[in-house]
């Protein structure tokens, strides 16, 4: 059985830091891209960062780049998202997916998780 489960979210004051994790089962997580993804309310889910199987790659969106670190430890079957200099308009509901052939930020990975809530407020 597949599964991805997302935790480390919670609330931070801006310029704080969280760091997500996406622990993994039921599938080779090697082989995989992860992908880190975030919905806001009334908004479509964005791509944040992604990282390739042999962590040789990795991408971040535009508004993330520079403030969030996307690795992940294969021994461990977990991938994380390290957040720094957060701003409220990070709040939202973080999820990571799997692929094993698709890399990118689009939406198109087979396997998701339930998603971690970020809020980010004084």
């Known amino acids: 059985q597949v599964q991805l489960v997302e935790s480390g979210g919670g609330l931070v004051q801006p310029g704080g830091s969280l760091r997500l994790s996406c622990a993994a089962s039921?599938?080779?997580?090697?082989?995989?891209?992860i992908g880190w993804f975030r919905q806001a309310p009334g908004k479509e889910r964005e791509g944040v960062a992604c990282?390739?199987?042999?962590?040789?790659?990795?991408y971040y969106a535009d508004s993330v780049k520079g403030r969030f670190t996307i690795f992940r430890d294969n021994a461990k079957n977990t991938a994380y998202l390290q957040m720094t200099s957060l701003k409220p308009e990070d709040t939202a509901v973080y999820y990571c997916?799997?692929?094993?052939?698709?890399?990118?930020?689009?939406?198109?990975?087979?396997?998701w998780g339930q998603g971690t809530q970020v809020t980010v407020s004084s």
């Open positions: 990282i390739d199987s042999s962590e040789g790659s990795s």
């Open positions: 997916a799997a692929d094993l052939r698709y890399y990118g930020l689009g939406t198109q990975y087979d396997y």
């Open positions: 039921g599938f080779t997580f090697a082989h995989y891209s």
